[in-house]
């Protein structure tokens, strides 16, 4: 079975500083998309970015990045130039492509941005 | 493009009684797919529905149940409700193909008393 690992419960940075969110994740199969989610106060979980693991190119959307390493299963995300309203719970998920399409969460990063 | 809607948006039960909550995917997504949300837990799998059927189960009790109707609207039914059942319950919808991922709506926030 997979899991998803995000071993930094909290986080706080200075609006405008560059903040890296840390995710690991075990499986053994060889393809996979992996994504990362932002649930702000109001409870809709937006998809902030999203890397298909056959893919050598880290994906980026914006301000928002990923260092994808395959090898030692890891996915962080990294917010530069961080913006109030970053202000969120961020979750790491991955997901098979073969098999039961779910989307396995880990326990997520409350990320405050303070001005 | 409208996105997933779910209804209502809070419910408050009592125990024992069932609920029934409605998830209305992004025009064309064939795929719906519901997960509980719980401070304790985190996210958690319930079941995704492809085309009416019910593709992939998570390890929930059977009191817990779905169904996707032809138009890809889908439900989500808790019976006898337990205390432990309170969780925020939300709802994704996916394209499939390139566009791969899912898109979730806002949740239904179930307080059982």
């Known amino acids: 079975a997979q899991t998803v690992t995000q071993s930094q419960p909290e986080m706080s940075v200075q609006e405008a500083e560059t903040v890296t969110l840390s995710c690991t994740y075990d499986?053994?199969?060889?393809?996979?998309?992996l994504f990362w989610y932002k649930q702000p106060p109001s409870r809709q979980m937006i998809l902030v970015i999203r890397?298909?693991?056959?893919?050598?190119q880290n994906a980026t959307e914006n301000r928002f990045s990923v260092n994808f390493q395959k090898a030692a299963k890891s996915f962080s995300l990294k917010i530069s130039d961080s913006q109030l309203w970053d202000t969120a719970m961020y979750f790491c998920a991955f997901m098979t492509i073969q098999g039961a399409q779910k989307l396995v969460f880990g326990q997520g990063t409350r990320l405050t941005i303070n001005p | 493009k409208a996105g997933v809607t779910q209804t209502p948006r809070y419910l408050i039960k009592t125990r024992g009684q069932q609920v029934t909550l409605s998830c209305s995917p992004i025009s064309g997504h064939r795929s719906v797919s519901w997960y509980q949300q719980t401070p304790g837990q985190g996210l958690q799998f319930l079941f995704e529905y492809f085309s009416e059927t019910q593709r992939n189960k998570g390890n929930f009790p059977g009191r817990f149940s779905g169904r996707q109707f032809s138009n890809s609207r889908s439900e989500m039914n808790v019976s006898t409700l337990e205390l432990g059942d309170s969780a925020l319950y939300l709802c994704a919808s996916s394209g499939g193909g390139q566009n791969y991922g899912y898109t979730f709506g806002s949740g239904t926030r179930l307080t059982v008393v």
């Open positions: 890397q298909e693991a056959y893919k050598q």
């Open positions: 499986t053994s199969e060889s393809n996979y998309y």
